[in-house]
């Protein structure tokens, strides 16, 4: 008796849907766990000022044309505890902040926490606070000065929240590794209420003041996770 043969496995039908799974999963973790926010083409995910911040070519543009100057945008689920990733390229006296443990209304820099993002080399921050220089703590926090490149190439930054700790990771060098409580013991650097200090969560954030900025590579290990 003649045994039936399998059909031939089509090896190009295999190989295009294990590309398809493969970059779908790519589109929401990396291989180190790492959730990736923005998918490269649209805001979806993301609430708030999608009018001047807009997805092109795989990037975040925040458009100063645009209805508010910038304005803010979130990400739609909260977080507390999180190693938070991303690329942004700086303008000539581009200002921008990282807002994290933000509520949807209110300034993130007291009602949340807001982590400057700034050309430190413009003339017209020359006379600048310590703690409103790149990657500090609004308020709270200075940040090391001199590891930004230089403007209109892409950084790396990355930063790490834990209960109240905070580290933050620009270029591979560590310009902030604080305690938000700690670091306000004794009253904030600006003088100021933070109530912001007190949230354990909230939304993360990009905080526009009117200038060019453009993000990508935008992800979060959530650390609360279990």
């Known amino acids: 008796m003649k045994v039936k043969k399998a059909p031939a496995l089509n090896l190009t039908v295999f190989a295009l849907t294990i590309f398809l799974y493969s970059g779908l999963t790519a589109q929401h973790h990396d291989d180190t766990g790492f959730l990736l926010l923005f998918n490269g083409e649209n805001l979806d995910g993301w609430v708030g000022n999608k009018e001047s911040y807009r997805a092109e070519n795989g990037m975040i543009v925040v458009d100063p044309e645009g209805e508010g100057s910038g304005g803010n945008l ?3 689920k909260e977080y507390s505890d999180f190693i938070f990733r991303f ?17 949807l209304s209110g300034d993130v820099a007291y009602q949340g926490k807001e982590l400057q993002i700034l050309d430190n080399t ?19 926090i200075p940040a090391k000065r001199g590891y930004l490149k230089p403007v209109g190439e892409w950084n790396q930054q990355e930063v790490m929240v834990q209960g109240s700790k905070i580290k933050v990771v620009l270029n591979g060098t560590t310009i902030v590794d604080a305690d938000f409580i700690e670091a306000s013991k004794n009253g904030t650097m600006d003088g ?4 912001g200090l007190q949230r ?12 060019l900025v453009k993000f990508r590579a935008i992800r979060i290990k959530d650390l609360a996770e279990k």
């Not at 006379?127 to 990657?135: K, M, R, T, V």
């Not at 100021?192 to 109530?195: G, L």
């Open 74 to 76: 979130y990400t739609s």
């Open 87 to 103: 690329e942004f390229q700086l303008t000539p006296g581009a200002n921008n902040g990282l807002g994290i443990h933000a509520p």
């Open 122 to 140: 413009a003339s017209k921050y020359a006379d600048l606070e310590p703690y409103q220089y790149h990657g500090s703590v609004y308020g709270i």
């Open 192 to 195: 100021k209420d933070h109530p």
């Open 200 to 211: 354990t969560k909230g939304h993360i954030g990009f905080l526009g003041h009117g200038d």
